[in-house]
């Protein structure tokens, strides 16, 4: 078994130790937030009522809220959050907004290759109306078009990128080893792709709290630190006009319709309750490079970069010049459970800042100011499945799997258009109308999910080559992405 430049090329302990002494564990993007954009909200208390409630104030729950306003004005709608608006993934992500609806073009190939001309193009039309959110209504969440770079760090990755490039999608990129390396210097690039239309960076926190005020300024209400505790419905048939209710310890909203937007938590429809299971990712960020340091690695273009290796690296380039450096472990906890003590995970940080400073060696002596961790909604088939319940009363959205900055706006979309009955390009889609498989129930997933990291682990040090269990998880259309 062979080694990866990680280990081949592995700094100083020295260095990985100076550069995590003064590390705060504690979210950036939260901390950048100014004041003014994250208002006290508060709690749901008393009996409300709404044509539209929606549980969860991340992206999908407050991208929904926007949408519904956009499409009926005059609409009452009510967003319950279980703590603070952004502060779940859509607070703690990497900050990379894909056109991808299909968590990248090889995984919608694989699972839906007649529909992949459709969802590419509703995909980069979704990408085009977010940033063309942020001019209508004079938000500011960072969003840069930057598109996305894949570098090749072993021998065997350079033919992935040149059979990648030659599939002759729009705006992609080959960059041989001079090119790449004159793109964004580092020793470790043989080679790059970059998709320069397909990708934008932005502020996630910022992005989440912008909605939040946005939709507020439209009439939404939104509670916070209000955990539901049950969703109550009353009568049959899509014709009654028995009320969805959606219940607190403290208060109640009856509406019309439900959006359930609650990502990686516990599924308040029984059907879903094995549909994901909660992965925990863990991201580094730096101080402010110098003039100097950011002299050392070029990246004036300053594209998202995600490196090839099943067990891949993400980082970017925040507006002050930051540095965040995320991924690799994808760390799975038997029983499903989300818990705040699982993002405290020394040996994975230690772990990033050496490949980071394997990356960046020009960069020794730079700090991480912040680590934080977060549960990413994993799903079989990589990215959001979409449904109805309670006679078509209330529409749910989950399993973004890593990849649901753009993609969530996409989702109220569809959600609306599944309670509004409405035959579209969207609900027409066989993402939409099919369910992926559901994990199975323990000790099945953890048995599972564990060996497949390990076998992913394995064929990074094998040439890419997938062992048997991975092969036979792709024909079956479970591969796992880590």
Known sequence: MGTTVFERRQPAASVVDQSLATTRHSVFWIDDLP????????????????????????????????????????????????QRVGWAASGRNGGFCEASLTHGHENGMARWPKEMHLLDRLGRQNLDEIA?????YGMDFQFERTGQLAPAVEEHQVEWLKEWAAEGEDGVVFLDQDAVQASVHSPTYLAGVWEKEACGMLHPARLAAELARVVEELGVEIFERSPVIALDTAGKGTASRAPVTVRTDAGSVAASRAVLATNVFPALVKRNRLM???????????????????ASIG???????????????????????????????????????????????????????????????????????????????????????????????VAYAAGFTGLGVGSTRFAGNVMLDLLDGVENERTGLEMVRKRPLPFPPEPAAAMGINMTRWSLDRADHDKGRRNLLLKTLDALGLGFDS
């Open 35 to 82: 004041a003014t954009l994250r208002p006290d909200r508060p709690s749901l208390t008393g009996a409300h009522r709404a044509d539209l409630v929606v549980v969860g104030a991340g992206y999908t729950g407050l991208w929904t809220a926007l949408l519904e306003k956009q499409r009926n004005p005059d609409a009452t709608v009510v967003v319950v959050e279980a």
């Open 132 to 136: 063309a959110t942020e001019r209508e």
């Open 276 to 294: 994901t299971v909660p992965v925990y990712d863990y991201v580094l960020m730096t101080a402010p490079l110098s003039a100097e340091q950011l």
């Open 299 to 393: 990246w004036a273009d300053r594209q998202g970069i995600g490196d090839m290796a099943n067990q891949f690296h993400y980082y970017r380039i925040t507006k002050d010049n930051r540095i965040l450096f995320g991924g690799y472990d994808a760390i799975y906890h038997y029983g499903r459970k989300v818990k705040a003590e699982y993002e405290n995970r020394p040996e994975t940080w230690r772990k990033l800042a050496g490949h980071f400073f394997t990356t960046f060696p020009q960069l020794e002596g730079l700090t991480f100011t912040h680590q934080w961790a977060g549960a990413i909604d994993t799903s079989t088939q990589f990215t959001a499945f979409f449904g109805t319940a309670r006679d078509r009363r």
